[in-house]
C-alpha cells in the first residue's frame, strides 16, 4: 500500500498538469445562513389529497333492504292467534253435528319516521376563494381519500366504505361529500343501536327493538361460558318453529362463529393428496355465507354491534340470527320517507347552507321468528383508528 502511494506521488510530482490542494475551501459565513424570506418566497407546499385516517361501517345500511312510503308512520298488522274457540282438543266432531267455532286475534304495531341529516353554512367567498386555490395547481385540497372499512376482509362485512377516492373542485364539494359520508355511518350505527327510549328524536336499532317494541324475540340463557359453541348454537337455531335466514353481528363475533362451525365440519373430513406434491395453502377464508343445521345461512357483519370486555381474553357479545323475508314478505328492512337527499337551503347574506338528511325507520316484523344469541367469545376488545360519527 505505501509503495503504491509512493508511485502515486512521483507521478504527480512527474506530471506539471496535476496539482494538488494543501487545504479545504473557507465557506463563509460560518453557520450557513439561508436567504432572507426564503420560506416565505418558495413555501412548503400543501399535498393536495386528503385521507380520511379513521375507519367507516355501513356494512348494515347495506344489507338491510329498503321500502318507501309517502306517511310520516308505518303501520302494520300482525295476527298472533288462531285457534277453536273452546281449545285445540275440540278439531274432532261427531257425526251429524257441526264443527267448533273459531277464533282468531292480533294487534297493530306502529314505527313513527324521524329524521336524520347533517348541515353546513359556508361564505361565498370561501367557496370561491377555495375553488381557485384547489383548482389553479397552488396545492390546495382538491382529493378525498376515503376511509377504512371496518369489516373489510372480514365474512358478511363490505370492503368499501361510502366511497373510494373523490375530486372536489371547493370547500363547499368537500363538505358535502364528508357530511354524506358522516350521515350515512350514523344510519348504520342507528340501525344497530337507535333508542327511542334515550333519544326520542332516534328510532329503534336491532339491539333495542324487543324491549321498546314489547315483543319478545327467542333468546338463549348465557349458560356457555368461555368459548363460543357452534354445537351450542346450532342447537339454538333448531328450537324455534321459525327459522332464520340471516346471521347478524359483531366482524369478531362472526368470526369466531364461522371458524367454529369451520372445526366442527371438518372433523372427520378426508385429506386432499395431490400428485405433484403440492400442498393446501395453510390458512382459511370464510364466504358470506355458512351452512348450519338448519340450511345455509348468509351472514352480516356490522362493528357498530355491541361487545363487552368479559376478561381473561374473551368479550360478551349477541348474534342475531334473523329471518328478513317469508314467502316473499319482506319481515326486516327500511322504510324510507325521504331518501337520502341534498338540499340547498335559502342564502343567508353573504353565506349559504346546506343539509343532507333522510327521513327514515327501522321495521322488523314477526318478532317471535327473530333471535338473539348471547354468547362467550375468545378475543380481546382494541381501540386502533377513531371510527367516523
Same mark, same amino acid.
Given at each position: ?23 479545504d ?11 432572507a ?15 380520511i385516517?379513521?375507519?367507516?361501517e ?7 333492504p ?15 292467534s ?5 281449545g ?16 282468531h ?15 353546513k353554512t ?23 381519500? &376515503? /376511509?377504512?372499512?371496518?369489516?373489510? %376482509?372480514?365474512?358478511? @362485512?363490505?370492503?368499501?366504505? +361510502?366511497?373510494?377516492?373523490? $375530486? ?28 327511542t ?7 329503534d ?10 315483543c ?10 368461555g ?18 335466514t ?12 364461522m ?16 400428485? &405433484? /406434491?403440492?400442498?393446501?395453502?395453510? %390458512?382459511f377464508?370464510? @364466504?358470506?355465507?355458512v351452512n +348450519?343445521?338448519?340450511?345455509? $345461512? ?14 381473561g ?25 325521504i331518501p ?20 327514515t ?9 327473530q ?19
Amino acid at each position: 500500500m505505501s509503495e503504491q502511494v509512493l508511485n502515486l506521488g512521483e507521478d504527480a510530482q512527474a506530471d506539471p498538469t496535476f496539482e494538488t490542494r494543501t487545504t479545504d475551501p473557507v465557506i463563509l459565513p460560518q453557520p450557513y445562513s439561508q436567504p432572507a424570506d426564503f420560506a416565505a418566497q418558495y413555501p412548503q407546499p400543501l399535498d393536495p389529497t386528503e385521507i380520511i385516517a379513521m375507519c367507516e361501517e355501513v356494512t348494515l345500511l347495506q344489507a338491510i333492504p329498503d321500502q318507501s312510503t309517502e306517511l310520516s308512520a308505518h303501520l302494520w298488522r300482525e295476527m298472533t292467534s288462531l285457534e277453536f274457540t273452546s281449545g285445540s282438543a275440540y278439531i274432532a266432531f261427531a257425526d251429524g253435528e257441526c264443527p267448533e267455532e273459531y277464533t282468531h286475534d292480533g294487534a297493530n304495531s306502529t314505527v313513527t319516521i324521524k329524521n336524520i341529516g347533517a348541515k353546513k353554512t359556508l361564505s361565498f367567498r370561501d367557496i370561491k376563494h377555495s375553488a381557485a386555490v384547489a383548482g389553479a395547481n397552488w396545492h390546495g385540497i382538491n382529493t378525498l381519500v &376515503d /376511509g377504512f372499512a371496518s369489516g373489510e %376482509g372480514l365474512p358478511g @362485512a363490505l370492503d368499501t366504505a +361510502t366511497f373510494q377516492r373523490e $375530486l372536489v373542485a371547493s370547500v363547499k364539494e368537500k363538505e358535502m361529500r364528508l357530511a354524506m359520508t358522516l350521515v350515512l355511518n350514523g344510519w348504520d350505527r342507528l340501525l344497530v343501536a337507535g333508542d327511542t327510549n334515550s333519544n326520542s328524536l332516534e328510532f329503534d336499532g336491532i339491539e333495542n327493538w324487543a324491549t321498546n317494541q314489547s315483543c319478545t324475540m327467542h333468546t338463549n340463557d348465557n349458560s356457555a361460558s368461555g368459548t363460543f359453541s357452534a354445537i351450542a348454537f346450532d342447537r339454538f337455531l333448531g328450537e324455534s318453529c321459525a327459522k332464520p335466514t340471516h346471521i347478524l353481528g359483531h366482524p369478531q363475533a362472526v368470526q369466531e362463529m364461522m371458524s367454529a362451525y369451520f372445526q366442527l365440519g371438518y372433523q372427520g373430513s378426508q385429506l386432499v393428496n395431490f400428485q &405433484d /406434491g403440492n400442498r393446501i395453502t395453510p %390458512g382459511f377464508n370464510f @364466504a358470506s355465507f355458512v351452512n +348450519t343445521g338448519v340450511g345455509r $345461512l348468509q351472514v352480516v357483519s356490522d362493528n357498530n354491534f355491541t361487545r363487552a370486555n368479559a376478561g381473561g381474553g374473551a368479550f360478551q357479545a349477541d348474534l342475531w340470527p334473523m329471518r328478513f323475508t317469508h314467502n316473499g314478505e319482506p319481515l326486516v328492512y327500511k322504510i324510507n320517507q325521504i331518501p337520502l337527499s341534498l338540499n340547498d337551503l335559502v342564502p343567508g347574506c353573504t353565506a349559504i347552507s346546506f343539509q343532507v338528511w333522510a327521513a327514515t325507520a327501522l321495521v322488523i316484523k314477526a318478532c317471535c321468528a327473530q333471535g338473539q344469541y348471547t354468547s362467550q367469545f375468545t378475543g380481546r376488545i382494541a381501540t386502533t383508528c377513531t371510527t367516523i360519527g
